[in-house]
């Protein structure tokens, strides 16, 4: 008994020097500590902790799974584990213990709530929809809980679940602007059946915050749409647009800097200069606006059975980012002078990175498509640091996809340009440049779809796409309504439905209140 309170006397010594900023001696003090009672998980766990915030990753790395091993049922030391993999990009690491952490019986909300929003980004829906069902029954009054459990439901294509679930959310707040958001999203509204009446009060309540407000009326314009009121349709959406855009700051003309740039750095000499021998075919890159046809078409080609969806990652991203911090670039850069700086990046590391960190999402298929519109910004990278991946261009007709994004309220400001005509149609201009040079420079690794040739001609084009990718054909491509993968998009119930052209012309509805917009475009062609 007194050697246990001799380790945790010590630990606690070490801790209260942790605690004064004395962090070298309380880690000289946890070696010892650990070298001397190795069999003791709690030493290894502060170790771990300590060696992490002093950036020493691979001995915490180490320290963790010391932990994890000599006490494997300790929640703790397993949430730690996953936060340090998360935390330097290692998701391929911390989803699967996540999921490994997610089959245990867990009691700390706080845990349950991260792990099961890490499991929703990973587009583990099922695993997620287990934990949020948990805390819905700890909190039953919780609305917040059963709308998470109603995107899950929405996101898994059982759409009359996600509607019921809304309902009982509803009944505990009326007046939950996520809720009516939901609602009104899951399925078309009829002028028999919608909640415009709702909506139109709870968008005139003084107590909404900006973004609130904006949620109700978005849900407001997307039921008049339904119901055919085109005018009431777009006066309630660009309300909804001018309050959500007041909630954030946006430098449109960093943006379009930025992309200038890229066309300019990321030219065909230094793109198709090969420095990498990956010969991996794995990844199919889907570019394109959102909401330009990016999830049909990721649903055709994920039909194959060679090919597994991974959703939006934002791997690359994190790559690149990796890439500029491992060359020591200074953070106080512009955005255009961190593209000529990203010309240094290890494009083989690059490669190597993004393959070993979304592989998880792959599910062992040899194929996998990754979705995330803004991948499109690193079409030169992925061309230079995966000379055999494909990459597709999604294309759509300018005012038909400057209005499909002007319509939909992104999740926090993903878009930000996309509140504001005449925003929106600045940056569509330079975004069009950008994809136009990528297919310009691509050779055979970039093919461009255009969403109007493959509504109307579905079979010739998915023949062409399933070709370029160097893939037999296979029937059920043509058949994606069947696909019963989740898909987590803002189409998420709309792509369990058999193509429609209806969307085709939406946009014609609203010509006369999109001319800022329709000169714009047409000035700059």
């Known amino acids: 008994m007194s050697n246990l309170t001799s380790e945790n006397q010590s630990l606690a010594q070490a801790r209260a020097l942790a605690q004064q900023n004395r962090t070298a001696e309380s880690l000289a003090l946890l070696v010892e500590l650990c ?12 170790r771990s902790f300590l060696e992490f915030r002093e950036k020493h990753i691979e001995q915490a790395k180490s320290s963790i799974k010391k932990a994890c091993d000599l006490a494997p049922e300790n929640i703790n030391y397993a949430f730690q584990q996953i936060q340090l993999y998360e935390s330097i990009n290692r998701p391929d690491v911390s989803f699967k213990l996540a999921q490994q952490l997610a089959s245990k019986p867990l009691t700390d909300s706080n845990i349950m709530t991260k792990i099961a929003r890490l499991l929703e980004l990973n587009e583990d829906f099922n695993l997620a929809l287990k934990l949020y069902q948990q805390l819905s029954e700890k909190e039953p009054n919780n609305a917040n809980w059963l709308l998470k459990k109603a995107s899950m439901y929405q996101f898994l294509g059982k759409i009359d679940r996600a509607n019921s679930l809304c309902n009982q959310a509803l009944a505990i707040n009326h007046n939950h602007p996520d809720g009516h958001f939901l609602q009104s999203h899951l399925k078309k509204q009829t002028k028999d059946n919608n909640h415009i009446s709702a909506l139109q009060n709870l968008s005139k309540q003084f107590a909404l915050s900006n973004a609130d407000r904006a949620k109700v009326l978005f849900a407001l314009a997307k039921e008049f749409e339904d119901c055919q009121d085109f005018e009431a349709s777009f006066e309630a959406r660009q309300t909804g647009a001018d309050y959500f855009r007041q909630t954030f700051k946006y430098d449109l003309q960093s943006d379009l800097d930025f992309m200038k740039q890229i066309v300019l750095e990321f030219d065909k000499d230094f793109v198709q200069e090969k420095i990498t021998t990956l010969d991996s075919k ?14 049909l078409l990721d649903r055709i080609i994920t039909s194959h059975s060679e090919v597994k969806p991974a959703g939006e990652l934002k791997q690359l991203n994190e790559c690149v980012l990796e890439g500029l911090q ?13 593209v000529t700086a990203s010309k240094q990046i290890d494009f083989s590391q690059l490669g190597q990175k993004y393959l070993q960190t979304s592989c998880a999402r792959a599910k062992g298929s040899p194929r996998f498509t990754d979705k995330f ?13 995966m000379p055999h991946a494909k990459v597709i261009i999604m294309q759509r007709h300018p005012v038909a996809v400057c209005y499909a994004v002007y319509k939909q309220m992104f999740s926090n400001d993903s878009y930000p340009y996309s509140y504001n005509l005449e925003e929106m149609a600045h940056y569509y201009n330079q975004h069009n440049k950008l994809l136009n040079h990528w297919q310009a420079i691509g050779d055979d690794a970039v093919k461009t779809v255009y969403y109007e040739d493959l509504v109307n001609d579905l079979e010739t084009q998915a023949k062409s796409i399933i070709s370029f990718l160097d893939l037999p054909w296979q029937p059920q491509c043509v058949d994606f309504h069947k696909n019963t993968q989740p898909t987590a998009t803002a189409s998420a119930s709309q792509v369990r439905e058999k193509l429609y052209t209806s969307s085709i012309d939406l946009w014609r509805n609203y010509e006369q209140q999109l001319q800022p917009l329709i000169k714009l475009i047409e000035d700059a062609e």
């Open 35 to 46: 070298n001397e009672h190795p069999n003791f998980s709690e030493a290894w766990y502060t």
């Open 373 to 385: 519109p803004q991948n499109s910004y690193y079409v030169g990278m992925i061309l230079k640091a």
């Open 282 to 295: 794995a990844p199919i890159f889907i570019v394109g606006l959102p909401r330009s046809g990016t999830t």
């Open 326 to 338: 491992s060359l020591g670039i200074s953070p106080n850069l512009s955005r255009t002078q961190m």
